[in-house]
């Protein structure tokens, strides 16, 4: 049990506070977990369930005398947040948040904080498909990353302070600038995102087939964009109104290669798609060799006829 | 134990096929079961695993006496396969198939197919992203469908026979007509695959976002398209060459979608972007109200950290 900080306040109770409440816990890393969210029935059942040692009413009342505050809201009211919490935030504290976006986040939230708090903006790459306060659990972190991107200058023990919190979650955490950070998450996950999300939108808009027909037959590969694409609406948009600029780039980058492939699909040019599936084999072994999959047939998912027989033994 | 066919024949011994040889044996559906593959290498392990009770050099030796023919090639070699089997085949069998389009292998196929021999096209609708003799596993069809598209006329006694044995190793069986099929598959599997080999390859070909950081931080949505991009390449070139119709039907209202969502990201259109994200999400509760998939955080995928303790107890 190694305590980092006296007391740590999480300002929103979803996957992701949930999850941090959960780990902080389980290594000993807060002596007081306070917790806050803006719906009463979010607070009734994140007090039900234990998930804080307190939770308290509004932010301003959460963030009092806390050592290290999460800001755990959508991207899009981060900066209404810190403002909110601002003049109640303790000299020395440290300020994080958990936003996918990173240089927007800076620019809404950095202007409000108070001279002598210091502000290290994060990003855990980790989440599922599930929202709310009792979605999170433990080992959502583990072996996963951290990107930290705080400004040139920003206090080193503020940010290793933040950097032993999240190892001790489980996380392995990296540093990089915002704008980079912005960059490589339009790649491997906003861009991903958009196009799951229109994929699983087509699928519902067909009339010639049915929705039976969709998840019956859903195996076939079009299962893994429905996981995606149930993530919480109201997160992805802030994400793309305010990671613009990146996600653009990318799907722009993106239509270029798929009607290359279009066209070589209309051609029958079977080279050009046979070089090209190629390829992308070669990632898939990286991500396998660094973790941060399971090569398990089936992703380790265990058969319902399976399942159902465990449960008969 | 119901024996359904006295003499089962594999030709090509992939994916599929080993996990049918697996399959039928836990439910002793076959008397014996002869495979054959083009590559002697493939051949060799087969033989040395033991994944047929026979292993022999020529797909016309293997379908001789043979009750059910099960060709499990890539679908653009089913119609020379088809037509090298088919002399040596016995009167009243039936020849079935597990390629991934059903209109272009049923032109290809039948042509070939003597008088008294029953054609029932089928596919499989599961699979993983390895391949080869050793991938099979005699799960992987439990409580997936199987789709058959025989023609009106077919021998119905064959017909039946085959659903029994694919409901024997662990398969719910639907028939639908072949155009049908490949249009839903098009949703369901082509295009997302299409899609997800697309994006991999955006991601290889970023110059300022390095292969490692794709991998490391792959958690965050990418990595879910990778499993699919690391399919069998010359499997999925024929698939895209051989329902190329339909494939670009539903590419084309995938585009027409996209760029009405990137259209509302580059004006700052949240609602538009909200509404979508929302009505997606419905989808998903039916695929895992279905039984099609898990909703176990993570997917079920064991975090390392866990997988290591676990090990070491």
Redesign the interface.
């Known amino acids: 049990m190694t305590r980092i900080y006296d007391r740590v306040a999480l300002i929103g109770l979803g996957l992701i506070a949930g999850s941090m409440a959960h780990a902080m816990r389980r290594a000993g890393l807060a002596g007081e977990i306070v917790g806050t969210a803006r719906s009463t029935e979010t607070r009734e059942t994140a007090r039900k369930i234990g998930l804080c040692d307190r939770v308290v009413d509004t932010a301003a009342e959460a963030v009092g005398d806390a050592d290290l505050v999460v800001l755990c809201v959508p991207v899009?009211v981060m900066g209404a947040v810190a403002r909110e919490v601002a003049p109640h935030l303790k000299p020395g504290a440290t300020v994080t948040d958990v936003g996918?976006v990173k240089r927007d986040v800076i620019a809404e939230v950095a202007p409000h904080l108070p001279e002598g708090v210091h502000f290290v903006p994060g990003h855990p790459?980790?989440?599922?498909?599930?929202s709310g306060p009792t979605?999170g659990?433990a080992?959502?972190f583990?072996?996963?990353?951290v990107?930290l991107t705080p400004d040139e200058g920003t206090d080193r023990a503020a940010i290793d302070g933040l950097r032993r919190l999240w190892e001790g979650c489980?996380a392995?955490v990296?540093e990089m600038d915002a704008d980079?950070h912005d960059?490589?998450?339009a790649?491997?996950?906003?861009?991903?995102?958009?196009?799951?999300?229109?994929?699983?939108?087509?699928?519902?808009?067909?009339r010639?087939?049915t929705?039976?027909?969709?998840?019956?037959?859903?195996?076939?590969?079009?299962?893994?964009?429905?996981?995606?694409?149930?993530?919480d609406?109201?997160m992805?948009?802030?994400v793309?109104?305010s990671n613009?600029d990146a996600?653009?780039e990318?799907?722009g980058?993106?239509?270029e290669?798929?009607f290359a492939?279009?066209r070589a699909?209309?051609t029958?040019d079977?080279e050009h798609?046979?070089a090209?599936?190629?390829?992308?084999?070669?990632?898939?072994?990286?991500?396998i060799e660094?973790?941060?999959?399971?090569?398990a047939?089936?992703?380790?998912?265990?058969?319902?006829?399976?399942r159902r027989e465990d449960a008969a033994e």
Chains 1, 2 share one sequence.
């Not at 790459?125 to 599930?130: C, I």
């Not at 047939?297 to 399976?306: L, Q, S």
């Open positions: 899009g996918s790459l980790a989440g599922t498909e599930h979605s659990f080992e959502l583990d072996n996963r990353y990107l489980g392995n990296e980079h960059l490589v998450l790649v491997t996950s906003h861009t991903p995102h958009l196009i799951a999300y229109t994929m699983v939108g087509v699928a519902d808009d067909l010639r087939v929705d039976s027909e969709v998840i019956k037959y859903s195996a076939a590969g079009f299962r893994d964009f429905t996981r995606i694409a149930a993530s609406p109201t992805w948009r802030d793309f109104l613009k996600t653009l990318i799907l980058r993106f239509t290669e798929l492939l279009q699909i209309r029958g079977g798609l046979h090209y599936f190629t390829r992308t084999r070669a990632i898939r072994r990286g991500i660094a973790g941060q999959d399971t090569d047939p089936d992703f380790g998912r265990v058969p319902v006829a399976r």
